[in-house]
């Protein structure tokens, strides 16, 4: 069985950057979709960013041009790099994985990012 444990988050201050890691243990991850969600208490979990298996990314409108989801086969570990941080990307973020996009059927147990003024 697959497991996706998140890891690099913290707190850092408006501006900075930090590099998320999702390393999958079990199988071969080469061949799924992945994928960052983030969550606020009280919102819904919202897509952040996503690659497939052939490395076709996709980005929330919120996060273009600031964050990079990339993966590296080899290491079963997909990133998510976040540059310019802003307080409202403050959230636990989760991993997870796929057939495809759109049909994640594992998750991580989330990562918490704060970023502060």
């Known amino acids: 069985q697959v497991q996706l444990v998140e890891s690099g988050g913290g707190l850092v201050q408006a501006g900075d950057s930090l590099r998320l890691s999702c390393a999958a243990s079990?199988?071969?991850?080469?061949?799924?979709?992945m994928g960052w969600f983030r969550q606020v208490p009280g919102k819904q979990r919202e897509l952040v960013a996503a690659?497939?298996?052939?490395?076709?990314?996709t980005y929330a409108d919120s996060v273009k041009g600031r964050f990079t989801i990339s993966r590296d086969n080899a290491k079963n570990t997909v990133y998510l790099q976040m540059n310019s941080l802003k307080q409202e990307d403050s959230a636990v973020y989760y991993c997870?994985?796929?057939?495809?996009?759109?049909?994640?059927?594992?998750w991580g147990q989330g990562t918490q990012v704060t970023v502060s003024f």
């Open positions: 690659i497939t298996s052939d490395g076709r990314t």
């Open positions: 997870t994985a796929g057939p495809a996009l759109k049909l994640y059927n594992i």
């Open positions: 079990g199988r071969t991850l080469s061949t799924t979709a």
